[in-house]
């Protein structure tokens, strides 16, 4: 045979070996790409996607439009292959399978989790859109979970009223830890509760809660990454009582980076007027209580899914913009927001028609 051939035969022999191993190859990569994009105004599966009753509502009509973005599962394995074209392709991204999984997690925990977030999500775009149309909402401290084999476990329970920690009244969350944290491990706390099931009843019965409970536990020491401290192994969480009924009709998403596009659907169906004067607004960005906006992952998978369904502007949570506006898709405006407030301006300005003055990305 002559030696150019064998070359050559040996050259292919070698990059069909190589294409065969990356194909059996695993590597520690998964996959974001763009998911489907839901109007908040609009219906999904056949009913409205924001339902309220108890109170006067006004026909909501144009786009504020929430977005997703899909992901590989946990038990997914990616091969080189896969990697290397998911790194060239423009509207995937491929990034460290420890950044959706981090610690092992399962995809029934991941799950949990975002399901967990996406619940508390909604609750916190309920209060700030009613706190923006000063609608008052009752509020109080809840035990949210309970891990297992903490000392804890057994004596409190989610849904829980933690009315004080060592006779100090509890008014946040962060109360609960910061009270907690000032014993040694070992030594005990006493927490006054209103037991789930009283405060449930209470509600239901619309009266105030009359049964009271002492319980103390005994502290531990935490075994994460940070400073070692006591800890009775609960997290506390925030829960509320609306004036009127808000039901968010959305399965099938998880997380909680639809808060800012949810608060302001509410606040479009409980005012008069088109709040977007007729644009296709898309967005996304956790909120909080108060109507402070927080960054989210993916963004540049959620921007390119809703450019691609029609979107004109973009409300893009600041902490977001750098990375949004180094591939921003084309006909897509960018609109910078730190606060439900901003947000509900800059609609003003599109309503307005006034878009010089919008506080895009990258000003």
């Known amino acids: 045979m002559p ?9 292919t022999l070698m990059l069909i070996a190589l294409l065969c191993a990356g194909v059996f190859i695993p590597v520690p990569y998964a996959e974001m790409s763009p998911g489907p994009t839901v109007n ?5 599966d056949g009913e409205p996607v924001l339902q309220i009753s108890g109170r ?3 026909a909501a009509s144009g786009h504020l439009n929430m977005t997703t973005v899909r992901v590989t599962s946990a038990d997914y394995r990616m091969n080189l292959v896969e990697a290397v074209y ?3 392709a423009h509207d995937n991204k491929v990034v460290p399978r420890e950044t959706l999984y981090p610690d092992g997690k399962t995809e029934e925990q991941s799950t949990q989790e975002n399901a967990e977030e996406f619940s508390q999500s909604q609750e916190s775009a309920k209060v700030a859109a009613l706190k923006e149309l000063d609608v008052p909402v009752k509020s109080w401290v809840i035990v949210s979970t309970v891990v297992k084999g903490s000392p804890a476990e057994g004596k409190l329970h989610a849904g829980d009223v933690i009315k004080s920690v060592d006779g100090k009244t509890v008014k946040e969350p962060a109360d609960v830890a910061k009270l907690v944290t000032q014993h040694k491990p070992g030594q005990d706390v006493r927490f ?10 209470a509600e239901k019965e619309k009266r105030t809660p009359t049964k009271t409970q002492d319980i103390t536990i005994t502290t531990t020491t935490s075994d994460d990454k940070g400073e070692k401290r006591a800890i009775v192994g609960i997290s506390a969480g925030t829960d509320h009582t609306f004036p009127f009924t808000v039901d968010i009709k959305l399965a099938d998403v998880g997380g909680p980076s639809a808060g800012l596009m949810f608060a302001l659907g509410i606040y479009d169906k409980l005012t008069p007027g088109n709040l977007t004067g007729g644009k296709f607004v898309a967005g996304t960005g956790t909120i909080d209580d108060t109507g402070k906006v ?6 540049e998978m959620k921007t390119v899914g809703a450019r691609a369904k029609g979107a004109q502007y973009f409300l893009t949570p600041a902490d977001n913009c750098a990375a949004a506006v180094k591939d921003t898709p084309e006909g897509l405006t960018l609109i910078k927001v730190d606060t439900i407030q901003d947000a509900l301006g800059a609609l003003k300005d599109l309503r307005s028609g006034d878009t010089a003055n919008l506080p895009t990305c990258g000003k």
């Open 56 to 58: 006067k509502t006004y």
């Open 3 to 11: 030696r150019r051939t064998a070359t050559m035969l040996a050259s």
């Open 40 to 44: 908040t105004l609009g219906d999904h």
């Open 192 to 201: 006054t509760i209103v037991p789930a099931k009283e405060q449930a009843d």
């Open 294 to 299: 927080g960054p989210i992952g993916g963004i």
């Open 86 to 88: 998911g790194w060239l």
